[in-house]
T-cell receptor
Framework: EAGVTQSPTHLIKTRGQQATLRCSPI?????VYWYQQALGLGLQFLLW???????NRGNFPPRFSGRQFPNYSSELNVNALELEDSALYLC???????????FGQGTRLTVV | DAKTTQPNSMESNEEEPVHLPCNHS???????IHWYRQLPSQGPEYVIH???SNVNNRMASLAIAEDRKSSTLILHRATLRDAAVYYC????????????FGTGTRLTIIP
């Protein structure tokens, strides 16, 4: 059974551009979570989608947004990229319980 | 919210047992303690979790102090593949805006 898959694995953008990151959850999972893991800062919660709806949002500016599609896959969009947005972006998925989730390999975003 | 304290780094020889400590002195009575690890260039993966009594699975053992203010993850025979950052997380809720894995303990295995 396929795990959580994220694409692309690496992404290089220039400051001011937009980035789109994609996540496909484990089959049957309806919740998708997004996290930012910047160097030396640990993993920080970004967004939670469940059944197509945004359920919760972390302390990030509005230029971080996303959506969940009917097939439960999800996109994370980051507008007006800043150098500080360079990080590993992780997606996780779960079914019914928000205390058990599985992570993807992440997308390494580099803003230059 | 429960705060955790873990050593920044630890080293262990291959095939030796490893004890990774975590202090969570502000944990509430109903909070489970989860441990995750993150291998290089990968997302975090589940290791083990427990509430009060000690727990064992194929990956590790979890020893929880009687007062629940601390716990220890035990790898019985460390291998090179166990080199990772280990995170101790009380009250894990993936959808909580306060969720943070912290900086964890970077475990280095010496061949």
């Amino acid at each position: 059974e396929a795990g959580v898959t994220q694409s692309p694995t690496h992404l290089i953008k220039t400051r001011g551009q937009q980035a789109t990151l994609r996540c496909s959850p484990i089959s049957g999972h309806t919740s998708v979570y997004w996290y930012q893991q910047a160097l030396g800062l640990g993993l920080q919660f970004l967004l939670w989608y469940d059944e197509g709806e945004e359920r919760n949002r972390g302390n990030f500016p509005p230029r971080f947004s996303g959506r969940q599609f009917p097939n439960y896959s999800s996109e994370l969009n980051v507008n007006a990229l800043e150098l500080e947005d360079s990080a590993l972006y992780l997606c996780a998925s779960s079914f019914q319980s928000s205390t058990e989730a599985f992570f993807g390999q992440g997308t390494r975003l580099t803003v230059v | 919210d429960a705060k955790t304290t873990q050593p920044n780094s630890m080293e262990s020889n291959e095939e030796e047992p490893v004890h990774l400590p975590c202090n969570h002195s502000t944990i509430s009575g109903t909070d489970y303690i989860h441990w995750y690890r993150q291998l290089p260039s990968q997302g975090p993966e589940y290791v083990i979790h427990g509430l009060t009594s000690n727990v064992n699975n194929r990956m590790a053992s979890l020893a929880i102090a009687e007062d629940r203010k601390s716990s220890t993850l035990i790898l019985h025979r460390a291998t090179l593949r166990d080199a990772a950052v280990y995170y101790c997380i009380p009250n894990l809720d993936f959808g909580n805006e306060k969720l943070t894995f912290g900086t964890g303990t970077r475990l280095t295995i010496i061949p």
